[in-house]
């Protein structure tokens, strides 16, 4: 029994490393494109970007066509101010504002409309409140005896506001004006992953995960933080995409469609994306 175990054992390595070396070349069915709408829109007082693209083949390399022509616009249906984006040609679509004036009111419901080729897609969202970051604490890290970069890392502190309502947060850290795409997304609900959190500073793991791991601040580099606020259905949708990304090795899940919250009046004609209006609280602080 042992003799026929161990064959056995060795039958799963030599089977094991050999699949490792086969290239599998899947062909898959090439779809019809479909419009991509990326609307997350805040309440800063900067330039507003909503990108229209075409969905593309999962393999490929190339960047998504651009959707040219369309009339985008955004209205609040709480007080009826309508906000009507301009065409960049490049599947952006702008709204440039004054340094005094804001599209966001906390509390406030939006309306996103998007009318191309004869179909209107829309969908809705209301902007909720954010917490804001008391302050940003830096420290000199050596480097580590395994590896690692010498240098600064960033927390911040920052406080949940109580209230009869759960809060979700979108926490996006800068480098020098650069956004940290490594470390995944820093979300969190309430100050924790839990209604128990009402109120209550930020953990460490998201406090100090505007810092990714991996990443330093060299002096003088600028930090960047800012807590924006997002519903339930895009907290849901955020943490879909997150397992999706890191969706891989030996017990990968079959990948799923992310949602969509945005609508088409044709029902034979399908749409992908996401609208969503943030609060916005930021923080900046050089590292020295």
Request: hydrophobic share 35%; charged share 15%; aromatic share 12%.
């Amino acid at each position: 029994m042992k003799h026929t175990f161990n064959l056995f054992i060795a039958f799963v390595i030599a089977f094991t490393l050999s699949s490792c070396e086969d290239v599998i070349q899947v062909k898959l069915d090439k779809g019809t494109p479909l419009v991509t709408i990326d609307a997350f829109v805040n309440d800063m007082r900067t330039q507003q970007k909503i990108r229209l693209t075409y969905t593309d083949d999962y393999f490929s390399k190339t960047t998504n066509s651009p959707v040219i022509g369309a009339t985008v616009s955004i209205k609040n249906t709480t007080n009826g101010q309508l906000f009507n984006f301009t065409d960049n040609t490049n599947g952006d679509y702008v709204l440039n504002l004054l340094a005094t004036d804001t599209i966001g009111k906390v509390n406030n419901n939006y309306e996103l409309t998007v009318i191309y080729n004869g179909t209107t897609y829309t969908s809705s969202s209301k902007l909720n409140r954010t917490a804001q970051i008391d302050s940003l604490d830096v420290t000199y890290k050596e480097a580590g005896p395994f590896g690692g970069e010498a240098g600064y890392v960033f927390k911040f502190l920052g406080f949940d506001q109580t209230g009869d309502v759960d809060d979700y947060y979108w926490i996006k850290s800068y480098r020098n004006g650069v956004y940290f795409k490594t470390g995944g997304m820093n979300l969190a609900f309430n100050g924790a992953y839990s209604p128990a959190a009402d109120g209550y500073p930020f953990i460490p793991p998201i406090a100090e995960g505007i810092t990714p791991r991996g990443e330093v601040f060299q002096k003088y580099d600028v930090c960047r933080v800012e807590i924006h606020s997002i519903n339930l259905a895009t907290y849901n949708l955020l943490l879909q995409a997150q397992a999706q990304i890191s969706n891989s090795g030996l017990f990968a899940t079959t990948p799923e469609n992310i949602k969509t919250n945005i609508i088409s009046n044709n029902p034979k004609i399908k749409v992908v994306g996401w609208f969503c209006m943030s609060a916005v609280g930021l923080r900046e602080k050089v590292a020295q």
